[in-house]
């Protein structure tokens, strides 16, 4: 299990995993023992993301960020991001793991409607 809190005063940019001057996150992994191979894991994560008010005003009057920026933030609503895998250990030493992250408010708009991203990793321990 993990919990990580981060938060910034809003004047300074970040430059973290993701433009945000406050951010939550919890989640966890486990390997139980009805999985398919005791190598295996499984994760999900939570995360809950805002911006200052001055970053707010910046975007809504057209600026853009390293990460976000669009001609205008129309309609400001905090970035919720729900993540989940599962690592196969397909033989020694290689991990294939599909990838869901939903996304709602992202880039902080509301008005754009959520996301689904799919993914896959592989990873080779050598």
Known sequence: MFARV?????????WGYSQADFSA????TMKPKFF??????FGLCASYTTISKGQQK???DGGSNFMIGNNGLEKYAPEIVI???YSFNLVKNLFISPNYQFIM??????????THVYGIRVNLDF
């Open 6 to 14: 981060s938060w910034n005063d809003g004047k300074t940019e970040s």
């Open 25 to 28: 996150n919890v989640g966890i």
């Open 36 to 41: 398919i191979n005791n190598n295996d894991l």
């Open 58 to 60: 910046y975007l809504t």
């Open 83 to 85: 993540e989940t895998f």
């Open 105 to 114: 408010n992202p880039g902080y708009e509301n008005l754009r409607g959520n």
